[in-house]
């Protein structure tokens, strides 16, 4: 849990702090349980263990198509600007998780798309991402996490 800084507590006791704390703490766990993965790319694993990989190179993975995605679009679904993104992109390109390609539609874009390694990653995120709900569930009891699952649904829509 998170020190509070003395004064006007109620900076640090609403909902949105709480959303962000608890973000964060499924963010690091997720990251945590992807390094411990075998089957998860040894280089991307180290790199994970060693806290090279954070919370934004999640974003990819969450927000990237199957099929591939250009910048902007991807960008917009992070909700970040183009340029953050194309930096996060050359990062995850450096790594071998993703490359870019020629966009068949429109020969002046680009789409970034998963490589193979990539697809390796975004398996051991998913298997991450199930056992830290798993988690989640078992620590505040599986009634209390599906009312925080559909509300949080409800207010992001």
């Given at each position: 849990?998170?020190?509070r800084?003395p004064?006007?507590?109620w900076r640090q006791?609403?909902?949105?702090?709480?959303?962000?704390?608890?973000?964060a703490?499924?963010?690091?766990r997720?990251?945590?349980?992807?390094a411990?993965?075998?089957?998860m790319?040894l280089?991307l694993?180290?790199l994970?263990?060693?806290?090279?990989?954070t919370?934004?190179?999640?974003?990819?993975?969450?927000?990237?198509?199957?099929?591939?995605?250009?910048?902007?679009?991807?960008?917009?679904?992070a909700?970040v600007?183009?340029?953050?993104m194309g930096k996060?992109v050359?990062?995850c390109?450096a790594?071998g998780?993703?490359?870019r390609q020629c966009?068949?539609?429109?020969?002046?874009?680009?789409?970034v798309v998963?490589t193979?390694?990539?697809?390796s990653?975004?398996q051991?995120?998913?298997?991450?991402?199930?056992?830290a709900q798993?988690e989640?569930?078992?620590?505040v009891?599986?009634e209390?996490a599906?009312?925080?699952?559909?509300?949080?649904e409800?207010?992001?829509?």
């Amino acid at each position: 849990m998170a020190t509070r800084t003395p004064g006007n507590p109620w900076r640090q006791t609403h909902m949105g702090y709480w959303l962000a704390q608890a973000s964060a703490r499924f963010d690091a766990r997720v990251l945590a349980l992807m390094a411990a993965n075998d089957s998860m790319p040894l280089a991307l694993a180290n790199l994970a263990a060693r806290g090279h990989l954070t919370a934004s190179h999640v974003h990819i993975t969450r927000h990237l198509a199957l099929a591939g995605s250009r910048l902007t679009e991807l960008a917009a679904r992070a909700g970040v600007s183009k340029q953050a993104m194309g930096k996060l992109v050359d990062q995850c390109e450096a790594w071998g998780l993703v490359q870019r390609q020629c966009d068949l539609r429109d020969a002046r874009a680009c789409l970034v798309v998963f490589t193979p390694t990539g697809l390796s990653w975004l398996q051991a995120f998913k298997e991450a991402v199930t056992q830290a709900q798993n988690e989640l569930q078992d620590a505040v009891g599986q009634e209390v996490a599906t009312v925080m699952a559909l509300g949080l649904e409800a207010y992001a829509a």
